[in-house]
T-cell receptor, first 114, second 116 residues
Framework: AQSVSQHNHHVILSEAASLELGCNYS??????LFWYVQYPGQHLQLLLK??????LVKGIKGFEAEFIKSKFSFNLRKPSVQWSDTAEYFC????????????FGTGTRLQVTL | GAVVSQHPSWVICKSGTSVKIECRSL??????MFWYRQFPKQSLMLMAT?????????EQGVEKDKFLINHASLTLSTLTVTSAHPEDSSFYIC????????????FGQGTRLTVV
């Protein structure tokens, strides 16, 4: 069965610092990959997604992620974080050509200090 | 983006009682909705896939008689936790895709269930 690992459970950064959150998955076939963000008290929102093509995908709010197939990774990056980026971040995958359910990682709580 | 609304946002109930959680797609029709459960500091785990007009598909290990799912219309799916126990206390989240291409799932805000 497929799985998603997020190694950083809690990350604390100062404003303007660069961010990289790790995401690795386990599955031998083709997958779609997603990053979701959940701000306190709000819905899960899609940050970005990778289906095919350019492995470097850009999302909303200045986030980007790079799919490295050889490493089974889909790390999330942002050059300069803001206090408003404080949230929980979830990496997820979906198997292509199957039912649309998502498999989530455990999430990373990002805390940005002023 | 599309809006998925859950109600209630939080609920406290006594052991042995049943609780119903509603998931509505406010501005689109959803033939399929998904119910997830999240334990503290853990991942969202898919419980079941709710299909409009037919029986839900449950993931392995999820008791279908305990977690009753009804998807009576294209905009409403309900999850009923029957004979709730403290171990059912959790965060329940629903999601839906807006179209058949399934490019992006939209999530409800979640329901925090506490069974005392």
């Amino acid at each position: 069965a497929q799985s998603v690992s997020q190694h950083n459970h809690h990350v604390i950064l100062s404003e303007a610092a660069s961010l990289e959150l790790g995401c690795n998955y386990s599955y031998g076939g083709t997958v779609n990959l997603f990053w979701y963000v959940q701000y306190p008290g709000q819905h899960l929102q899609l940050l970005l997604k990778y289906f095919s093509g350019d492995p470097l995908v850009k999302g909303i709010k200045g986030f980007e992620a790079e799919f490295i197939k050889s490493k089974f990774s889909f790390n999330l990056r942002k050059p300069s974080v803001q206090w408003s980026d404080t949230a929980e971040y979830f990496c997820a995958l979906r198997l292509t050509g199957t039912a649309s359910k998502l498999t989530f990682g455990t999430g990373t709580r990002l805390q940005v200090t002023l | 983006g599309a809006v998925v609304s859950q109600h209630p946002s939080w609920v406290i109930c006594k052991s042995g009682t049943s609780v119903k959680i509603e998931c509505r797609s406010l501005d689109f029709q959803a033939t399929t909705m998904f119910w997830y459960r999240q334990f503290p500091k853990q991942s969202l785990m898919l419980m079941a896939t709710s299909n409009e007009g037919s029986k839900a598909t449950y993931e392995q290990g999820v008791e279908k008689d305990k977690f009753l799912i009804n998807h009576a219309s294209l905009t409403l799916s309900t999850l009923t936790v029957t004979s709730a126990h403290p171990e059912d206390s959790s965060f329940y989240i629903c999601s839906a895709y807006t179209d058949s291409s399934n490019t992006e799932a939209f999530f409800g805000q979640g329901t925090r269930l506490t069974v005392v």
